[in-house]
């Protein structure tokens, strides 16, 4: 098992990285998502990875934090759901927003993810919802690092925001993304400053 690799960036491709350590080339494949995320060529980097081993497959996956990791492991899980599909799901959503919409049962979301069918992402929910049920509004939202000071507001937040029509998925993506909110009434005007840029 290869856990993480630690060496220098030196390609990046359309749907992989190559990542030199002790003189040797890892080709990782990584989605989109993590593929912005990774600095310019020659900068040091430090991968978590998921040997994937299936007959002829052989093939390293990767992603810059131990949290998505554990998320693509959680996908790949659910049947139905090879890495393929599960790099689609996660180049179209961040984990954090993955998270959301299984926490809401929100296939459609889940279904625009390239390969991705409302039946699949119904299956996703089902299998995946008990894994991720540990994981409470306060925790997901703080989960953000621009997160912060939100630990008693949060319900009422959503609440207010449901209240005004936005769907429960659109409401948690905007709570999660204020900054240093004191009141429920300062996260819920910040929440709708950024559901009016959206």
């Known amino acids: 098992m290869i856990s993480y690799i630690h060496g220098i960036l030196v390609a990046k491709r359309m749907d992989s990285v190559i990542v030199e350590c002790q003189h040797i080339g890892y080709e990782i494949f990584v989605p989109l998502s993590v593929l912005t995320q990774l600095p310019s060529t020659g900068s040091e980097v430090k991968m978590y990875t998921e040997l994937y081993v299936r007959e002829d497959i052989l093939r390293l996956y990767g992603f810059t934090s131990e949290e998505d990791i554990d998320i693509f492991r959680k996908l790949i899980g659910v049947s139905g759901i090879g890495p393929k599909g599960a790099l689609g799901i996660l180049s179209t959503l961040t984990p954090d927003d993955l998270r959301i919409a299984v926490l809401t049962d929100d296939a459609k979301r889940i279904s625009q993810a390239k390969g991705i069918g409302k039946k699949t992402a119904e299956k996703l929910i089902i299998e995946l919802k008990d894994k ?7 925790t997901l939202s703080q989960s953000s690092k621009d997160v912060s000071g939100l630990s008693t507001f949060i319900d009422e937040a959503l609440l207010g925001l449901t209240g005004l029509g936005y769907t429960e998925t659109e409401a948690l993506h905007a709570i999660k993304h204020v900054k240093d909110a ?17």
Not at 132 to 138: N, V
């Open 132 to 138: 991720l049920k540990s994981i409470d509004l306060e």
């Open 182 to 198: 004191e009141s429920t009434s300062e996260l819920i005007r910040q929440s709708l400053i950024f559901l009016a840029k959206e």
